[in-house]
């Protein structure tokens, strides 16, 4: 009996490649339930009946083993001493007695058949969030304090699909009406590793949440450890990404990997990066081969602050990750295909520019000389003209860098493009400017200090790093896209 239990819950996952190449649908919008729950709290249930998640006692606050295949255990998340990511003498680690869930960051999914139910929770730090037949109760975290039952009233019976997203949370089972049906929900796509840093880390509504969500996909695990990157150890206080692999992903066996990392390793020269980041893609590929992996580097500002030696960092990560048989996919650089020759490949710069030089007149939708720069412009060819709306990068070498160009104007007959901020380099007049690969994330600004132009006023935090809420669904959405779009369009190997 035992043996037929353990294998009806630990069901063999299809083949990695079936997963991965067969993508249902368009990537998935979060939504609001419609019509939505009531929603109540109180301090004991009223329903009779008990569905239970653990084997543990109502002093032991953790869900710590499915009973019965009632509910459906996943989104494993790396973070306690049973299951995840412990601390051990400033090292990062990962034990695990079980593989597929860890408990203080978990997803539990199950069928419900009835119109009431309540979810008893014994502790819940962080909040979490509520997904009925894919759609949320709210898109920020659902809080409580002590210990509590929480209500959620449907007003009339029906099956539903709910999903509860949480970390560490402590999340006891449910209570239904006699006669309701409950049993564990499937799980749906890959088992999938995000491998980073601190924008990675747990959190019920990480960017990691929202990417699952838009992939349709259940099983994705934020690995995330603050200050590390492909050679940073988090200052001393932790474990690079290449030393972590055979404890945070092997073991988990992952059908993809998506690398998210390279901000903190800003400072370390370029070829150590691009080593760290070889290394990383090869020790999963050697340990993992039908393990699939994709990944770039994050942005915690507008494109135009970037400097020429981040850029030269971002390009060491993308040929570390590729040379070591990984896929690029980064938010910082879009992918830009034209049918013929780009446009703007034979601009150069017209008039030599000064660092500090102004982008705009004082709002980015408005420039005139000698704000902005001119280009050896003419109206009527599209080789030498720039868009508006397009990401360039001025000049080459240790004085390149990116903007977004916002608005156009004249002077003497030639166009002058205005941006976000202000120049960081002199460029004299012929370097080179050509259209690169957006970044998703633009302009000088951040929530706590818009600039009243670009997605960083909305996207970048209150901490001027890292993510606002909006900032993580934005995220999870297009780097879901880009993935969708790779695996379509090219069949990973």
């Known amino acids: 009996m035992g043996a037929r239990l353990m294998l009806a819950l630990h069901a063999p996952r299809a083949a990695a490649p079936d997963k991965l190449t067969s993508l249902a649908g368009d990537a998935i919008i979060p939504q609001l339930i419609d019509p939505m729950p009531t929603v109540s709290e109180s301090a004991s249930s009223t329903l009779p009946r008990y569905w239970p998640t653990s084997s543990g006692t109502p002093f032991y606050q953790m869900a710590s083993a499915p009973q019965g295949g009632v509910f459906t255990f996943c989104r494993g998340l790396p973070g306690s001493t049973q299951s995840g990511i412990t601390y051990s003498e400033g090292r990062v680690m990962t034990a695990s007695n079980a593989g597929a869930r860890a408990t203080l960051g978990q997803q539990w999914s199950f069928i419900h058949e009835g119109a009431k139910i309540e979810l008893q929770v014994r502790s819940n730090p962080h909040g979490f969030l509520v997904r009925v037949d894919n759609k949320f109760l709210s898109l920020e975290p659902y809080q409580t304090s002590g210990q509590t039952i929480v209500t959620l009233d449907f007003g009339m019976l029906a099956r539903r699909r709910i999903d509860l997203i949480s970390w560490g949370m402590g999340f006891a089972g449910i209570f239904t009406d006699p006669t309701d049906s409950v049993f564990a929900a499937t799980l749906r796509g890959p088992r999938a590793i995000i491998f980073g840093d601190s924008f990675t880390t747990p959190a019920p509504t990480n960017w990691a949440t929202w990417f699952g969500h838009a992939m349709g996909w259940d099983d994705v695990w934020p690995s ?55 290394h990383t893609v090869r020790r999963i590929r050697d340990a993992l081969p039908s393990t699939q992996v994709v990944g770039g580097a994050d942005t915690a500002f507008g494109i135009e602050a970037w400097s020429a030696a981040n850029l030269d960092t971002l390009d060491a990560i993308r040929t570390g990750i590729e040379r070591g048989g990984g896929h690029w996919i980064s938010p910082v650089e879009l992918p830009l295909a034209f049918a013929g020759q780009p446009i703007g490949a034979e601009a150069t710069l017209y008039a030599p520019v000064s660092a500090g030089q102004a982008g705009n007149d004082g709002t980015p939708d408005s420039v005139t000389h000698p704000n902005g720069f001119t280009c050896n412009t003419a109206v009527d060819n599209s080789l030498v003209n720039l868009r508006i709306g397009s990401v360039v990068e001025i000049g080459s070498g240790p004085n390149r860098e990116r903007v977004a160009i916002t608005s156009v104007g004249f002077h003497h007959a030639r166009l002058v493009y205005g941006f976000d901020g202000a120049m960081q380099y002199d460029h004299v007049a012929g370097e080179p400017v050509r259209e690169v690969g957006p970044c998703f994330v633009t302009g000088h600004g951040t929530s706590a200090s818009p600039s009243g132009w670009g997605s960083a006023d909305r996207f970048i935090g209150v901490d001027n790093f890292h993510y606002s809420p909006e900032g993580h669904r934005a995220l999870g959405a297009v780097n879901a896209a880009l993935l969708r779009q790779h695996l379509r369009g090219r069949p990973l190997i």
């Open 224 to 278: 995330g450890v603050g200050g590390t990157g492909f050679v940073n150890d988090g200052n001393g206080n932790a474990v690079s990404l290449p030393d972590r692999v055979a404890t945070d992903i092997v073991p988990y066996n992952p059908d993809l990997v998506f690398l998210h990392a390279g901000l903190n390793d800003f400072l370390v020269p370029p070829d150590e990066v691009e080593e760290g980041a070889f």
